[in-house]
């Protein structure tokens, strides 16, 4: 029997052609490019800076546990775009910050930085159908001009694909993600002021501005 020249046989080039193949075939790439509306109400009194990290705006989950596919899923660009809308919304000053606490602009009342902790899915696995769950969970932190911890508190979201009716896995998964993540701005924008220290924060700050407004206290006439 002769045996190949370069080592490598005709079959096992075949068998590494083929496993590549399927790697690829199992390999699943999701970029979600979220566009928020703009939430409408009434104002913090606060100026804000938003700080939000390399890794926070260039997040990619990557999914290689042994009993599923392979999934590589890009949320970056759509939670900056969702918490840049939503805090932009909610002060009537926000100031994104490129470096923190480095060259903090002194108009800064407050410093909001959000963190990603976890994000999960599930998979269709017993239907055919394209509909998947997502839940993300942000830590979410609030600093004083000094780099002082003012409040700490946690965004849980979820999503769900809202119709069955999608050609690809993908596409599926991109729909349930923008709607957990529309989950989480809503959940932002109507808890923040519910957060125990940060209702404090604001009702000094409004205090101290109606203060300001009435003035000082007119001088009683002596006897």
Known sequence: MEYPRNGISALA????????LLVTACSHTVRVDGDFPQPVGQQHPLTVGIFLSDDFRNFTYQEDSEDREEWNIDTGRAQKNLFETVLGSMFTETIPLSHYPQDLPQDV???IVPEIRELQFTMPRETRVNIFEVWIKYDMHAYDPQG???ASWVITAYGKTPTAFLKSQEAALAQAINVA???AGATL?????????????LANKQRALSMKE????????TE
């Open 148 to 150: 002082g911890s003012v």
């Open 109 to 111: 009342e407050l410093v």
């Open 13 to 20: 080039k075949a068998g590494m052609l083929l496993c590549a």
């Open 214 to 221: 009435s003035g000082p206290a007119e001088a009683q006439p």
């Open 181 to 183: 993540l529309r989950d």
């Open 189 to 201: 924008y109507t808890g923040f002021a519910r957060v125990p220290e940060l209702q404090a924060l």
